[in-house]
C-alpha cells in the first residue's frame, strides 16, 4: 500500500480519527468506516496506510465540463448560469437505478490517474466563462478534501460553490464545506426508510434530512430532489412522507423536485408514470410548499416557477434552459411584490 503514496492523487484526509494502533475510522461521511491496516472503506476511495486515511482521488477527476446550474437541478440559485462541473470516482452508496454508474461504480486507480489542480479547474471555470464551481455525477462528499482547497480560491475570484450531493456527508465535512466556502447544497432524498434500507445498504434516512436542516441554518441555499422510481417510492404514502418532512425541517419556501426515473444500470422497471409526479406536485402544494417541481420532463409546465401568492409566470424554462425571467431585481414577483427565495441573480447568457 504504500507504494500509492508516490502518486499526486493520494493525499492524506483531513477527515479521519485513530482507534487504537494503526486501526483508524474515517469521519468524512456517516457510514464512519472503520479500517484495519490497508483496508479501503465502503466507498473504494479512501484507505488506511501506516495508520492514516488518505483520499484516493485528490484531483483525480472523471468528468470536467461546462454545465447550466438549472441541469443540477438548482431552480433558485443564480438562475441562467453555468458552472464548472468536476466528479471523480465510486460512490458511498449503491443504488441499483444509478444515471452515472459508469462513474459511481468504478473504483479509482492512481496509477491510472491524471491529477488536475484547484488552479487548473479555475482556469477551465474563466476560459468557458462559467459563474460557479458544482462538484456532482457521482457522489461529491468523497472529492471533499479537494474541494477544501479548491472553494476558497474560487470564491476569492468570485465563483459560487455548490455540492449535488445524496447528504451523507459527516457534520465534520459539511461543516468544513460551508467554512471554505459552499453556498449551495443539492440534497437527494431517496425515499423513506425502508428504501434507504433496501436499496441504499443501510443508510439511515435521518442523516440526509439532518444535513439539510443544518445546512439551511448556516445560510447555504439547499434544494431538495426524490426521484421517484416505479414500483419503489411512487406510492403515495411515501410520497406524503417525504412532502412533511420536507415542510418539518426545511419549510415550505425551500424547493423540492419531484424527477422522473428512467431505467437505468441495473434497474429495469418502466419510467414513472407522468401521473405519479403530477400528483406529488399537487400534494405539495396543497401541503404548503411553495416551490415544487417536477422534472425529466422537458417542457411540462410544472417546471416553470410561478408566484405562491398570486400565479404570476415567474421564471418559464425548457428543461434545462431558462426562457424566460420575470423577477424584480429585489427578488419580488411584479405583479404582487411576493418575495421570492432566489439565492444569487439571474445571469444572462448570449448564446
Request: proline residues 6%; charged residues 25%.
Amino acid at each position: 500500500m504504500e507504494a500509492l503514496l508516490k502518486y499526486k492523487t493520494v493525499r492524506e484526509s483531513r477527515f479521519y480519527r485513530k482507534i487504537r494502533s494503526n486501526k483508524v475510522q474515517c469521519t468524512l461521511c456517516e457510514r464512519m468506516c472503520v479500517l484495519e491496516e490497508g483496508e479501503k472503506g465502503f466507498c473504494k476511495t479512501r484507505v488506511n496506510i501506516n495508520g492514516k486515511i488518505y483520499t484516493l482521488v485528490y484531483g483525480d477527476l472523471s468528468a470536467i465540463e461546462s454545465r447550466p446550474i438549472e441541469i443540477k437541478p438548482f431552480f433558485h440559485y443564480w438562475p441562467g448560469s453555468t458552472a464548472t462541473t468536476i466528479s471523480t470516482w465510486s460512490c458511498n452508496f449503491n443504488c441499483p437505478w444509478c444515471q452515472n454508474y459508469h462513474l459511481s461504480r468504478t473504483p479509482p486507480d492512481p496509477s491510472k490517474s491524471i491529477f488536475r489542480s484547484p488552479e487548473d479547474v479555475l482556469s477551465y471555470a474563466v476560459d468557458w466563462g462559467d459563474e460557479g464551481i458544482c462538484v456532482s455525477f457521482q457522489e461529491p462528499t468523497l472529492l471533499t478534501d479537494f474541494a477544501l482547497d479548491l472553494f476558497p480560491m474560487a470564491r476569492e475570484r468570485g465563483f459560487y460553490c455548490c455540492y449535488v450531493s445524496n447528504g451523507y456527508m459527516s457534520l465534520e465535512a459539511l461543516e468544513a464545506l460551508v467554512e471554505s466556502g459552499l453556498t449551495g447544497l443539492k440534497i437527494d432524498i431517496k425515499g423513506g426508510k425502508d428504501d434507504y434500507l433496501r436499496y441504499c445498504q443501510d443508510i439511515d434516512v435521518e442523516i440526509p434530512w439532518r444535513n439539510a436542516k443544518v445546512a439551511k441554518s448556516m445560510g447555504i441555499h439547499v434544494e431538495i430532489v426524490n426521484l421517484i422510481v416505479t414500483g419503489v417510492n411512487d406510492n403515495e404514502s411515501v410520497i406524503r412522507e417525504i412532502i412533511d418532512r420536507h415542510l418539518k425541517d426545511l419549510g415550505p419556501e425551500v424547493p423540492i423536485h419531484f424527477t422522473r426515473y428512467y431505467p437505468a444500470y441495473r434497474f429495469k422497471n418502466p419510467p414513472t408514470k407522468l401521473e405519479v409526479l403530477e400528483k406529488a406536485y399537487k400534494l405539495a402544494k396543497k401541503e404548503g410548499v411553495l416551490y415544487p417541481y417536477i422534472g425529466n420532463v422537458p417542457g411540462h409546465p410544472y417546471e416553470n416557477t410561478y408566484c405562491p401568492n398570486c400565479g404570476e409566470l415567474l421564471i418559464k424554462r425548457f428543461s434545462y434552459r431558462v426562457i424566460k425571467f420575470n423577477i424584480s431585481r429585489e427578488n419580488r414577483c411584479p405583479r404582487c411584490g411576493f418575495e421570492i427565495n432566489l439565492t444569487g441573480h439571474y445571469i444572462r447568457k448570449i448564446s
